[in-house]
């Protein structure tokens, strides 16, 4: 990830990351100009999925089956079978 510096629009170094949430987080950042100098913060913040985890498919999956009777388990794993 390049982040620029918001003064001369430089290339900065992160030189900490402050994680406020597995969305979110602090970019404490310095300008690579040596002349600029600017020291300043970026936040980075989680937006949108565009392609759900395919862990998370699984994950849920496996929950909605452990969830189920037995006999209702055994009923999807024939319909399972006939795909």
Do not use: W
């Not at 001369?8 to 404490?28: F, M, P, V």
């Amino acid at each position: 990830m390049r982040v620029l510096c918001t003064s001369c629009g430089e290339t900065a170094i992160i030189g900490k990351t402050n994680r406020l949430s597995l969305a979110h987080a602090d970019l404490y950042c310095s300008c690579s100009n040596p002349e600029c100098g600017h020291t300043f913060v970026a936040n980075l913040s989680f937006s949108h999925t565009l392609s759900p985890s395919a862990q998370a498919a699984s994950a849920i999956v496996s929950e909605l089956a452990r969830a189920l009777s037995p006999t209702q388990r055994q009923q999807l794993q024939q319909e399972l079978n006939l795909l």
